[in-house]
């Protein structure tokens, strides 16, 4: 994902999320070094993006997002993937990621990817209100396999 998407990736930001993140979020993020923003082109459209932050031996994934017109097509999937490899390239112990304890969807893709739930953080979304769930996939236990 580069500067250029940035239009594309606010509008998927904005049909996903009741509470999207602004373009200076994206910006700096793309900008600061410790992350990687990955792009799911179909039809010759970005069709989602994903944000992962790799700080010493941890990957945290902040965003994935996947235009409802694209959903069930294999983009999420394809990023979490590209995550995987990048954090077992990396030499991440994990990735981690928060998710709405309601998104039974998006709970069951982390799923089908090895994230398990790990913790709960209470009201973390605002709106609307929801807890969170803390989900972890890691790397160190399927090394040891």
């Not at 923003?37 to 902040?62: H, I, P, R, T």
């Not at 990396?90 to 990621?97: H, P, T, W």
């Not at 969807?105 to 739930?117: D, K, Q």
């Amino acid at each position: 994902m580069t500067a250029a998407d940035l239009p594309e990736v606010l509008a998927i930001e904005r049909r996903c999320f009741p509470d999207p993140w602004p373009e200076s979020v994206f910006r700096s993020a793309l900008a600061d070094g410790l992350s990687l923003w990955l792009a799911a082109e179909a039809e010759g459209k970005l069709a989602g993006y994903a944000g992962m932050q790799s700080v010493l031996d941890e990957g945290y994934v902040d965003n994935v997002a996947v235009d409802p017109a694209y959903r069930r097509r294999g983009a999420a999937s394809a990023l979490l993937r590209a995550f995987a490899e990048e954090a077992k390239k990396r030499g991440l112990r994990f990735l981690s990621l928060e998710v709405r304890a309601g998104n039974a969807g998006a709970v069951s893709l982390y799923e089908a990817h090895g994230f398990g739930i790990v913790g709960r953080r209470k009201g973390y979304y605002l709106r609307p209100p929801e807890d969170a769930l803390i989900m972890t996939k890691f790397f160190a236990e399927e090394a040891e396999r």
